[in-house]
């Protein structure tokens, strides 16, 4: 009957994320949190991060080394998970068999790509091969956002690499095909040696400090506000999200008065360590 909580008539295949709302919202460094991954996506947030160090073959997870441990790697926080809940969101029945477009890990909005930010804490050259190695399972399964042929095909992950991830050489620029992507520098996207765009970096990001300065109290000046439309700007122009990282944190009326700015200004990305209250803004 409709009362019972185990009736065939209200529960269906995808509702791991039921009437959960997706937000642009960033979890920085997401392994912090009591359960990584799984606190984020509760909250809706459309975005984690998490640093990486190759060290024995192996991708831990962690902000510096003495962080570290075995079990917590990129595997088993990441791409374990993100494969089982995208195995949720992805029945295979009669009625999904002419589906060719994934759904991504929100069931209220099945085409939201989840943004997955891979930040290389060890030597870039020799981090990347193997993090390309760790999303082989998303790959394989058709999980990841592609650019390839001259076509970008959206999916339900989206890689990004940051840190020491390396671009030109034999880095992201070299990938062919391409499915991980590179954190472009926000206030650098008019370097004339780089062609920034969407099919290199669907995201830029720089330090909110010395980028715009305006601590959240007092009137921000003409110059600061100029500097932030114009990166904003740039980013949008090129068809990139932008995002400012290390915002004020305390006291709250300038966390939030930095937030209001940066959303009102086209910032793509809240960038936040408290996710509950990033979540309620």
């Given at each position: ?86 195995a949720r969101q992805n029945p295979v029945t009669a ?182 209250a990033a979540s309620q803004f």
């Open positions: 009957m409709l009362e019972e909580s185990n009736s065939t008539l209200i529960q269906y295949p995808t509702q791991f994320t039921q009437n959960i709302v997706p937000k642009q919202i960033h979890s920085h460094n997401d392994y912090w949190r009591d359960v990584p991954l799984l606190t984020a996506l509760s909250l809706g947030v459309g975005s984690v991060e998490a640093d990486v160090w190759f060290i024995d073959n192996t991708l831990f997870i962690g902000h510096e080394l003495a962080a570290l441990t075995p079990a917590r790697t990129l595997d088993s926080l990441y791409i374990q998970p993100l494969i089982s809940i995208l009625f999904t068999a002419n589906q060719t477009t994934p759904n991504g890990v929100f069931d209220m909005s099945g085409t939201t790509s989840f943004q997955l930010l891979i930040c290389m804490k060890t030597d870039g050259d020799s981090t990347l091969p193997p993090v390309l190695k760790a999303l082989e399972p998303l790959r394989q399964l058709g999980y990841l956002t592609t650019f390839t042929n001259g076509t970008l095909i959206p999916s339900a992950i989206t890689a990004v690499g940051t840190g020491n991830t390396p671009l030109e050489a034999d880095g992201i620029m070299a990938l062919s095909p391409r499915d991980l992507f590179f954190d472009a520098p926000l206030i650098d996207l008019d370097d004339p040696n780089v062609a920034y765009n969407v099919t290199i970096s669907p995201l830029a990001s720089t330090d909110y400090e010395p980028a715009i300065g305006w601590p959240g109290i007092g009137n921000i000046s003409e110059a600061q506000m100029g500097n932030l439309t114009k990166f904003i700007n740039d980013a949008h122009t090129r068809g990139i999200k932008a995002r400012f990282w290390d915002t004020p944190g305390w006291p709250i009326q300038a966390r939030h008065a930095v937030w209001e700015l940066l959303l009102n200004a086209g910032a793509d990305w809240l960038n936040a360590d408290d996710l509950e």
